[in-house]
Nanobody, 128 residues
């Protein structure tokens, strides 16, 4: 069992930056692949970024590639999402999620249903 708590969301102007954090409970955090997904009003939840337990495998959605960076610190049981050059279309509730299955040779990390545990979400609003 893993419990996830996101923080770091807020209101920022277009072009600005935010860093989201996700603190995980449990001694097995380092065995989970982690992901960030987001959901804008009226839209389905969509994949943003994922990182393997070791950090070797990292994936991004095309819409955030080059602007967002996912990282993790297994000693602190925390995963981060650094978001730069934010755009109004990035406005959404951002969720941290954990999955037991490996990211290696995987393509299903883009699907929300492939994640086993979820945080409560943190709101990110980007004004134009």
């Amino acid at each position: 069992q893993v419990q996830l708590v996101e923080s770091g969301g807020g209101l920022v102007q277009a072009g600005g930056s935010l860093r989201l954090s996700c603190a995980a409970s449990g001694r097995t955090f380092s065995s989970y692949a982690m992901g960030w997904l987001r959901q804008a009003p009226g839209k389905e939840r969509e994949f943003v970024a994922a990182i393997s337990w070791s950090g070797k495998w990292i994936y991004y959605a095309d819409s955030v590639k080059g602007r967002f960076t996912i990282s993790r610190d297994n000693a602190k049981n925390t995963v981060y999402l650094q978001m730069n050059s934010l755009k109004p279309e990035d406005t959404a509730v951002f969720y941290c999620a954990a999955r037991r299955s490996s990211l290696a040779n995987s393509s299903n990390y883009v699907y929300p249903e492939s994640y086993d545990y979820w945080g409560q979400g943190t709101q990110v609003t980007v004004s134009s």
